[in-house]
């Protein structure tokens, strides 16, 4: 699992560290900015899955500038303003930006971070995402977004060992966990579009980067983890033509 890194445009010393502190206990890494030059050399160097802007920095509209900026750059990290200012020409201004949500200070936390949860899954969404009561994900092409409870957690993609279908649902087993989403295997194939996954039987797509072993005439396929995952004659055609090292 890797926390989400966020970035935090706030020049107030006891808010940025309150809010950090608050943060960094629901799975956010935060890196902490005084100003928009801080900022864009920071968003210049990591990447970031959200960020917070503050609007008046030194009496100044940095907060507005700095997204104004990001837009005309294409940058397209999710973003959200957190200030103090009620003014309507202020939101009116911020507005234009596009920002995934206004929050005005004081902030409700919870309120905080489902906006947070929603700035993340609106930037990734795509029309056939994963949604559904207690767990939902997100794709991107390197991560999945993955909804528990009333947090957000990132999860690798390349740390799924395997993903095999139960019912209606698929379960993803990874390196540091598991986790149930409802979906078909086919689907997911698809929203992958990751050429690592291959799918070996019905019911099983495996990361073929953690293959260990391979029993082509138990028709067994073994991964680092020890996984033993079944290996169908029809997939098995398939995936020795595609490999040539096989053949």
Do not use: W
Not at 12 to 39: C, G, M, P, Q
Not at 124 to 138: D, G, K, L, M, R
Not at 211 to 223: A, P, Q, R, T
């Amino acid at each position: 699992m890797n926390t989400l890194r966020l970035l935090l445009l706030e020049d107030l010393d006891n808010e940025a560290n309150a809010l950090i502190s608050f943060l960094e206990t629901h799975n956010y890494e935060v890196i902490r900015v005084k100003n928009a030059e801080e900022a864009e050399k920071e968003i210049k160097n990591r990447f970031f899955d959200v960020i917070i802007l503050d609007i008046m920095i030194d009496g100044r509209p940095e907060g507005i500038e700095l997204a104004q900026r990001l837009n005309k750059r294409d940058i397209n990290v999710p973003f959200l303003f957190l200030t103090s200012m009620q003014s309507k020409a202020v939101f009116d201004e911020a507005k234009l930006t596009n920002p995934m949500v206004y929050l005005l200070k004081p902030y409700n936390e919870l309120e905080l971070l489902y906006s947070l949860e929603l700035a993340i899954e609106s930037c990734y969404q795509q029309t056939n995402s994963i949604s559904f009561n207690e767990q939902n994900a997100v794709l991107s092409p390197s991560f999945l977004f993955i909804k528990k409870k009333r947090s957000v957690v990132k999860v690798d993609v390349s740390s799924i060992n395997y993903i095999e279908v139960k019912e209606k649902y698929c379960s993803l087993l990874c390196d540091e966990g598991n986790y149930l989403i409802k979906l078909s295997l086919t689907k997911l194939k698809e929203m992958l579009s990751n050429p690592d996954f291959k799918q070996v039987h019905r019911n099983y797509l495996v990361n073929i980067k953690k293959i260990k072993e391979i029993y082509f005439e138990d028709n067994l396929i073994i991964l680092q983890n020890e996984s033993q995952i079944p290996f169908s004659e029809r997939y098995k055609n398939a995936f020795i033509k595609d490999n040539t090292i096989f053949r």
